[in-house]
């Protein structure tokens, strides 16, 4: 009788490898596969997070895509909740509520009622008092405010506040961290606060000498790790000078030769700052210390800090913080406030524009009651995707009767809007969505007729520099282009 084997089903048991590299070449391909299904897992995150729809649809489409990386960069960037119970300790354990007097009724009642009424709105919207500053000063590029600050920091007696986004590793970086040393080392408390992500070619070694001199630097929020890895996009975007609870400087300028247009490879640089005393100084310091308190735990207090000043008279200042820590989102509120309050004419100045849908149709109903509206956009930027984004909205805004110019003498990073004949907003914010809701961002509004004539004249010289856009030239541009602006604009509720 013959001795049949049992079927072996292809299997060779005399060289079981072949079999076995089979089995673990299909392996990676089952966890591949088992790992993006498990990144759906996101999803109800996503959903729950509420977000506008507009973003949330677009980060569920990249997590269903782009296998892996969809999910990798909802982890990195898709985080708007940074840590509000935190920010709110900080915010409790200020010592100088605001129910000490401010003195401004007296002037909000000089106002027409609907002016007075959009400053109630916005000290509403901002949980913030309404001010006044006895002096306003605009400062045109780092040719004026450099000098400005530089002459604050060498006069500066008790403490020097310094708040900003970005300090570059440059002769200008070093220039101010000499000015602060020195301070420090005549015995001025010296606070510097600095964003880590926007500093990350400026290593920490850099402030050593600062720190020496026995003054104080932290980041705003370190690089974070772990589980915190997810506020990686929220950044401190602000920027505030604050000189013995006297002086301020806030708007939109950062530390570096790069910004005094010293930088080649960048080119000329346009931006605008605010130096302001009076009462608002001490609104503004409240949201240094508020800052500093998150970072450091310590808190500022004493009069020292917020000395007595008299605001029955001078201008009416509006203090706008935004920040992803609030879900009220008081920048974009704030600024549709203000283009429903004009009348005659609102001009903007922006380094980033890719509005969202609020905010374009304010622009486009702000145009239809007759306001002049006008936008000046960099036609140079230091993120060319989003030039393409902002072109993407022209048409949008050019049927409407806004006019819209492109500039290009230098890279406009100024973040500036004149409301009639005499309101100004200064801050560091721009029209995105990260100046929106992603960035810790502050602006200035402030009543002044005379600081307003001269951001006019700042503006008509820059839209005199610029290109003008007409609908019939821009919707002949080139079907590349169209294209292009086409695939970038689902892009704007993440940028």
Known sequence: MKFHPEPTLGINHTSPLPLQRRYFQCMPWRFLLLGYIATWLLLPHVLLARKRPAATLAWVWSILLFPYAGALFYLLFGGERFLRKRMRRAAKARLFPHDHPTGTPELIAALPNNAADMLRALATINKTPTSSATHLRLLVDAREFYPALSEAIAKAQHHVHFESFIWRDDARGHHFLTLLTNAARRGVQVRLLLDQIGCLGTPSQFFHPLLEAGAQFAWFYPLPFGRHLRFLNLRNHRKLQIIDGSLAFIGGMNIGCEYAGEDPSVGPWRDAQLAATGHVVTTLQETFATDWHFATKEKITGPQFYPETPATSGHLCQVIVGGPDTPREPIPKSLISLLNFA?????????????????????????????????????????????????????????????????????????????????????????????????????????????????????????????????????????????????????????
């Open 343 to 495: 009348t005659s004419r609102v001009w903007i100045a922006t380094g980033y524009f890719a509005p969202d849908t609020p905010l374009l149709t304010a622009l486009q109903l702000c145009a239809l009651r007759g306001v002049d509206v006008r936008l000046l956009i960099s036609e140079r930027s230091d993120h060319r995707c989003l030039v393409h984004v902002g072109r993407s909205y022209y048409e949008d805004l050019l049927r409407y009767g806004i006019r819209v110019f492109e500039y290009s003498a230098a890279v406009n990073h100024s973040k500036a809007i004149l409301i009639d004949t005499d309101w100004i907003l200064i801050g560091s914010a721009n029209s995105d969505n990260r100046s929106m809701r992603l960035n810790f961002e502050l602006n200035l509004l402030a009543h002044c007729t005379q600081t307003a004539s001269q951001l006019a004249a700042m503006l008509a010289k820059d839209f005199s520099d610029s290109t003008e856009m007409h609908l019939a030239d821009f919707s002949n541009r080139p079907l590349g282009q169209r294209l292009l602006e086409a695939t970038l604009r689902p892009l704007a509720p993440l940028l």
